[in-house]
């Protein structure tokens, strides 16, 4: 068996027990200012957790390409990847633990063949305020589970939330307790193969958990693991996932995968990172995701360079934006790495000469550095940095982590002004304005249209008269569950069309702007109070950015 015919499995397990299969969203969030990157199935489904219906129904299912930009270090060994895909079943308030924990074993054991002596499972042992999961104890003993195979852990093991345990959940965030399925490979090496999430708590401003209003399961499985285990490899590396890429590797540089793993590992689990990145958009650059993916491309280009310093790692990637992006940096890469042996102590200021001459990624420095047992001081890092006008906004912000998609009540204002802006613009400039992308945060809203020329100061003045005029007519916000062909003859604008097989989400403000969105937004725009825009931008050809805030009256 291998991965496709698990993923099919899978799908078609869930699918005859009641769920639709729902389309994976993309690597990069689309309306979740909070984070980079989509990294994990549940990730894209927080307004429905939350009570929001679904298109879909209840019981949804799907396989979610997802990654982990906080776990690039992590890669070179047998287990981590920074891309992965997370096989997800949900109940969104439906089906609960006895539903779901037979389900998964049976897929498990019967689907999949999984000898039952080779799987534990870990169950909530309870801890703060939330008790003991007998419950899953219970179910798991009456399914067959061996009882030494069964395993109880606090809050540090066998609790989930995006952020981790209840104390370091931002006040918002959702989660709950989770019962693990692992798989022996023997000699003490178990592997996490998939998580069953029972989400039905949510983080209070004064620090308790509440139960939501609805019970939720979040079932995530590492397609990649599951695989691996389905095989019996430990190395999840050594599946057919990888194994192509890994035979293309060995060839570029004569060295045999036994002979040169670690390296291998993280130029496999890169370069396969980095396709799925750019087919999601994402360029290679100096901000945010587009730095994330210079940086594995170029902390990949090092790893091979130290396997053979005459390999050429574009010829392994068969993406046009990758053999570029590595060409521009193997000019200067073995400078860059003669430079390094020179350096005696590295510092900020040589970490930042490195980065602007031979472009070494600050965390690629790190690592070489690390490895000599040296520590770079970042403050100052930055500090160069900012000298030179550049502002890495992922280098310097904590973003990776980041929390789940922002319900708070500020944003929401956003969120709904956004729509009204999006309509006015239209208005006031024409409709060949589209939104080209949305970045809200707590503090203001950004807006990206096309457009090819700069507004003019008394269009500004118009869009933002019209914005304040529909918030003071206090509209209100309807939620319409429609089919596309319907949102299209309603006239609902939407950035998103393709991505959506079946029912489509459609925001209506009075009859003032219909758009198709997942929300959340307020119930009347009255209670956004005023918005002012603060600049207005291009920033690339035909495309604008105008930025606002919502002000006192
Ligand atoms: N949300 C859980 C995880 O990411 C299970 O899907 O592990």
Redesign the pocket.
Known sequence: MDSKQIREKYIKFFVERGHKVIAAAKLVPENDSSTLFTS???QPLVPYLLGQAHPSGKRLVDSQPSFRAEDIEEVGDSRHTTYFE?L?NWSLGDYFKKEQLPWIWEFLTQELKLPKEKLYVTVFEGGNGVPKDIESFEIWKSLGVLEEHILFHGVSENW?SRSGAPDKMPAGEIGGP?SEVFYDFGNNNLLEIG?S?FIEYQKQDDGSLKELAQKNV???GGLERITAAVVSSPDVFQTDIYEPLLKKIEEVTGVKYADGKDKMQVIADHLRAAEALIADGVIPSNKLQGYVLRRLLRRSAVKLHLLNPKADLSSIASEKIVKDEIEKFGKTLDRGLKEIEKINQIDGKAAFDLYQTFGFPYEVTEELFRQKGQEINREQFREEFEKHKELSRTASSGMFKGGLADQSEIVTKYHTATHLLHQALRDVLGSQVFQKGSNITSERLRFDFSFDRKMTDEEIKQVEDLVNKKIAEDLKVERKIVSLEEAKKMGAIGLFYEKYKDKVMVYAIGNYSKEICGGPHVSRTGVIGRIKITKEEAISSGIRRIRAQIVLK
């Open positions: 994990s199935g549940m997370m997800g989930w989770d998580n999430v979040d079932f995530g």
